[in-house]
């Protein structure tokens, strides 16, 4: 049973335009959610998060939004570079679990010059 | 400086060995963790361990143990491979165990392959 999913296994975007990037959860006991970014070879690295008191989660060019009530988180990368391609992927976590970490299958952005 | 490091970063073994992966972080962190990413993509935690102490343990086969000798050091034992073990596993840390604000930090990853 997969709590966080991320439906589209790949974006591509012209460099300059906005990146959307979706995730829905399941799980209504989440209450912190992140977006880590992989390069090939490489571990995830921390992007951004937001608490779920929050709707919204601005980071320069990085814009998280929260809808709690639809269960779903999206990210913003405006404008979007050719360094930003990548495999982006959503995560979450309980309060009472600490620090278990549920994530999604991640999703391949590809920005073109 | 590296953060969290592992070795090797490629492992190729057959089946029925022993291996192990090495993980240490010089972060100070007192949690680290081992995750596997299989081959759909999906990154699922395996074990956590907080200043040595196992504190996650998911249904992972009792061939694998961890082993964390201290904080900045969690290593991952498999015994008796199996195919379905190859994929990519990484290390993480973080500072607390119930921060759920704290970030994970990320090792390279070590792509197991189980011939």
């Known amino acids: 049973d997969q709590q966080v999913k991320q439906n589209s296994p790949s974006l591509s975007v012209q460099e300059g335009r906005i990146s959307i990037l979706n995730c829905d959860y399941t799980?209504?006991?989440?209450?912190?959610f992140l977006w880590y970014k992989k390069y090939p070879a490489e571990g995830p690295t921390f992007l951004i998060s937001?608490?779920?008191?929050?709707d919204k989660n601005e980071d320069g060019r990085f814009t998280v939004f929260l809808n709690k009530s639809a269960k779903h988180l999206s990210l913003h990368i405006v404008p979007s570079q050719p360094g930003d391609s990548a495999v982006y992927f959503c995560?979450?976590?309980?309060?009472?679990?600490?620090?278990?970490?549920?994530f999604g299958e991640g999703t391949q952005l590809t920005v073109n010059p | 400086d590296t953060a969290v490091s592992q070795t090797p970063k490629y492992l190729v073994t057959q089946m029925g060995n022993d291996k192990s992966i090495k993980c240490e972080q010089n972060?100070?962190?007192?949690?680290m963790y081992w995750y596997k990413q299989d081959s759909k993509k999906f990154l699922k935690i395996m074990f956590s361990?907080?200043?040595?102490?196992?504190?996650i343990n998911e249904t992972v086969p009792n061939r694998f143990s961890p082993k964390s000798p201290d904080k900045a050091h969690l290593n991952l034992h498999i015994n008796s491979l199996e195919l379905g073990d190859s994929a990519v596993y990484f290390c993480?840390?973080?500072?607390?165990?119930?921060?759920?604000?704290?970030?994970?930090?990320f090792g390279p990853g070590t792509r197991l392959t189980v011939l």
């Open positions: 993480a840390s973080s500072r607390r165990l119930a921060g759920v604000t704290d970030t994970q930090y």
């Open positions: 799980n209504s006991m989440f209450d912190y």
């Open positions: 937001i608490s779920s008191i929050k």
């Open positions: 995560a979450a976590k309980e309060g009472t679990s600490g620090s278990r970490l549920t």
């Open positions: 972060l100070g962190h007192d949690t």
């Open positions: 361990y907080n200043n040595k102490e196992l504190i």
